[in-house]
């Protein structure tokens, strides 16, 4: 594990710990996270703690091909209940996602900087978002980093205020990821609703395979 320094550079993939904790310290900047993610790298850290970049083995991911659907889910999308928009109010979608409560997590990892990192990556055209609404009301949504030179989506979070709503809105970007003959979604790190929707684990080599 290593302590960055302003050299916009990180270590091998191949030098993190067995957790996949591989470099602490840098900064956020668009450039740096950018190499981050091209690198297979992601930060993930909580508020009063140092930047923590993350490359784990193995990986999660959802390749686009594997994606499943439940008949419940398909009969929630028919019903057309939701509305769904890209990238209309990504800074809402973040913000959301940070201020969700989440079973088992007492904080956020989303702090106030990550939120104005992240919201730059998409100003410049980096990021993007995907909401989905009930009325004028914002019940769901997720946002990522899209890499569409190798065909990757990185996946960060996603939120639900009615039920199914995030799922609604993963359909809907796989569909639209699909059509531009996307590979995969990077998922990070297994859940297990992540697997019930296809995810599945692979190891750090072959994903970072997919980002060369």
Known sequence: MQYLSKLLSFPNADKASEEGLLAIGGDLST??????YRSGIFPWYEEGQPIMWWCPNPRMVLFLSRYKISK??????????????????????????SN?????????????????AY???????????????IG???????????????????????????????KVGL?????KLKSKNYI????????????????????RNEFLKYLI
């Open 31 to 36: 450039e740096r996270l950018l190499l981050a």
């Open 72 to 97: 419940s889910l398909e009969k929630t999308i028919n019903s057309n209940t939701f509305k769904i928009t890209f990238n209309s109010c990504f800074s809402e979608v973040i913000s959301n996602c």
């Open 100 to 116: 969700i409560k989440r079973e088992g997590q007492s904080g956020t990892w989303i702090t106030q900087n990550m939120k104005d």
């Open 119 to 133: 919201i730059e990556l998409y100003n410049k055209g980096h990021a993007l978002s995907v909401e989905v609404w």
């Open 136 to 166: 004028d009301d914002l019940v769901g949504g997720l946002y990522g980093i899209d890499l569409p030179k190798c065909k990757v989506f990185c996946g960060e979070s996603m939120f639900s205020k009615k039920k199914d709503a995030s």
């Open 171 to 175: 359909y809907y970007l796989v569909n």
């Open 184 to 203: 995969l979604i990077d998922c990070q790190m297994y859940t297990k609703h992540l697997s019930s929707l296809g995810a599945e684990e692979i190891s």
